[in-house]
């Protein structure tokens, strides 16, 4: 796991390597164990290490293959690469590192860009044809490392986070309104390849795109598994439990690949819950697991500790658990704002940044349980689109799972925004009319887990460990697992509340009293209704001259929501001034005016 950063020149100058250096230092917190850059022609590139496979200095990167013309910068980790180095190895290649960078990179002079489909992981890349020019760049199936970039008819910058792309200068920091319009649909989520700001974009996941020495460049989508029911399995709930018991173990398994110790993320869910199961399954005894909780705010249980506590025991790990005070809630949530590549509401952000500076001081890499509730229907409101039929789709989806309808948004909003499109209805329309989603179910998830998914727990994961260099892994996005759930008849996802299939592997190897438990998440009271120190923050930032002068939010409108600070609540119940301040709040942080 590190931070890559680059610039590709197109106008026949040399690249600017004080910019990539700037980008480069703001990727220290990814990458704190190394630092390498690398420059020829047009091109430069910037490289943090975090040393979790090869922890010699073999694996240092920018990474060059001088005999196959090769340079690259890596960011994640392909959990085959032992296997893949054996098939290059049988024709004819020969390796100086144990890293899998150097997998990467024999792999790309092996199968040109087709080599993504050869690799298990987790990524990021920018790779350099020495004799070409040519620059690839390239995400991972479901879009768990991150690329942002900004291009213009002289240059491309590419890094693993949007702060470091400011950090270089030249960037447009106008809003986009459809961005806009989408983080307040969606609770701050805004889809690849748009971000809030109009001058950057991400390279969507399951990508692999190919720039050529003028400017032009072509993207290829090399992954997207079928969301109908085409499996053999059929509709026999036993088979499919099996199966996916022996995905999930296989998942876990991969993610136990490292040089450096593992540990789980355990809030005492089913997710987190069956990862530490799997793994004493394996034979890993004394596992480091962690949980933390914050104080009770208006009435709301601030930790879940019952339940980690519960698991631990069972299991026997090596458990730690940490006690937030609400005191240390407006440190904390600055130092999440800064981690933020891109602005995010969800309040459990400030949870994981603080859990993650605590495990960090432990171990390196850890497991957790993101993705198991888009992967297998989960959440609440899956039923009532269950429920229609495949046409009626995109309306059923807006009405469940949008914060709050175009009308209401608009009226937050200052006239001059530009947001006056439908920018989210529109999203949603396009992405379900696509072939391949056999059911209003189907096509809703494919969109979560595709499109959604990637840019909101999937970034809130990434960009709060690495703020602390730590690696946190999801076997529930192992991209297997993935495609077998796609297959997976709704129904057998959506029995028992949600994640049937997933509960019914629980009854065997967990206590029922996990299993059966209420849906849980990871709270943070002091944010969700508005702490005293949270809202001093909050107000502060609403109302300073840069806020006032960006005229986003419709000046009245602010002024009841400060008024009423734990009264106005998005449809799904997410505190409305801790949506319209997190933007704010951001912008600040990353000083734009």
């Not at 250096?21 to 164990?33: A, Q, S, Y």
Request: hydrophobic fraction near 40%; glycine fraction near 8%; include cysteine.
């Amino acid at each position: 796991m590190c931070g890559l950063s680059g610039e590709v020149r197109f106008d026949g100058g040399r690249p600017d390597l004080a910019a990539v250096e700037r980008m480069t230092d703001m990727l220290e917190p990814r990458g704190p164990d190394g630092r390498g850059a690398w420059s020829q022609g047009a091109v430069a590139l910037g490289h943090r290490r975090l040393k979790i496979i090869d922890l010699s200095e073999r694996g240092a990167q920018p990474m060059t293959d001088a005999r196959l013309g090769l340079t690259v910068v890596f960011n994640g980790c392909v959990y085959n690469h032992r296997e893949v180095r054996r098939r290059l190895e049988g024709v004819g290649h020969r390796f100086f590192s144990e890293s899998d960078t150097e997998v990467f990179i024999k792999a790309y002079a092996e199968w040109g860009r087709e080599c993504v489909d050869h690799l298990i992981g987790m990524f990021a890349f920018a790779l350099v044809e020495h004799h070409t020019g040519r620059v690839v760049l390239g995400r991972d199936r479901l879009g768990i490392k991150p690329l942002y970039v900004t291009q213009d008819a002289a240059r491309l910058r590419f890094a693993s986070t949007l702060p470091a792309l400011l950090a270089a200068g030249g960037v447009d920091t106008s809003l986009d309104p459809a961005a806009l319009h989408q983080y307040l649909s969606w609770h701050g989520t805004v889809p690849a390849p748009r971000t809030v700001l109009a001058g950057v974009r991400k390279i969507p996941p399951a990508t692999v795109r190919v720039i050529e020495p003028d400017g032009t460049h072509r993207d290829h989508c090399y992954w997207q598994p079928s969301y109908t029911r085409h499996s053999v399995l059929g509709a026999d709930p036993a088979l499919w439990r099996e199966a996916v018991h022996d995905a999930l173990r296989t998942a876990v398994r991969r993610r136990t690949v490292a040089d450096v110790p593992v540990g789980v993320l355990l809030s005492g869910g089913l997710d987190s819950s069956l990862i530490v199961a799997l793994l004493a399954e394996e034979g890993h005894e004394k596992v480091p697991t962690f949980a933390m909780g914050f104080e009770s705010e208006n009435g709301e249980e601030g930790d879940e500790f019952h339940y980690s506590d519960l698991i631990a025991r069972t299991f026997s790990t090596d458990h730690s658990q940490f006690m937030i005070p609400s005191d240390r809630l407006p440190a904390a949530l600055e130092g999440a704002i800064a981690a933020m590549s891109e602005p995010m509401v969800s309040h459990d952000a400030v949870a994981f940044h603080m859990l993650s500076e605590q495990v960090a001081k432990d171990v390196k890499v850890v497991l957790c349980g993101q993705g198991a509730d888009e992967v297998f229907a989960g959440y609440h409101w899956y039923p009532p689109i269950a429920a229609v039929a495949r046409e009626d789709a995109p309306a059923a989806y807006a009405d469940a799972y949008f914060d709050r309808t175009h009308d209401d948004l608009a009226a937050m909003l200052d006239p001059g925004t530009g947001a006056a499109r439908d920018a989210s209805t529109d999203f949603v329309r396009a992405h379900m009319a696509a072939p391949g989603a056999e059911t209003a179910l189907d096509a809703a998830l494919r969109m979560d887990v595709h499109a959604l998914m990637p840019d909101d727990p999937v970034k809130r994961v990434d960009n709060m460990t690495m703020a602390w260099g730590l690696e946190a892994r999801v076997p529930f996005l192992d991209h297997e697992l993935v495609e077998l759930a796609a297959a997976c008849p709704p129904e057998l996802k959506l029995a028992q509340g949600g994640k049937a299939v997933l509960k019914d592997i629980g009854r065997k190897i967990l206590p029922p009293e996990v299993v059966d438990r209420p849906k849980g998440y990871f709270p943070v009271p002091g944010v969700r209704h508005m702490a005293e120190p949270v809202l001093a923050r909050v107000r502060d930032a609403l109302t300073a001259p840069e806020a006032r002068r960006r005229g986003v939010f419709d000046q009245r409108y602010v002024a009841r929501l400060l008024a009423e600070p734990d009264r106005h609540r998005a449809k799904r119940g997410a505190n409305t001034l801790w949506q319209v301040a997190t933007l704010e709040l951001w912008l600040q942080a990353h000083g734009i005016h």
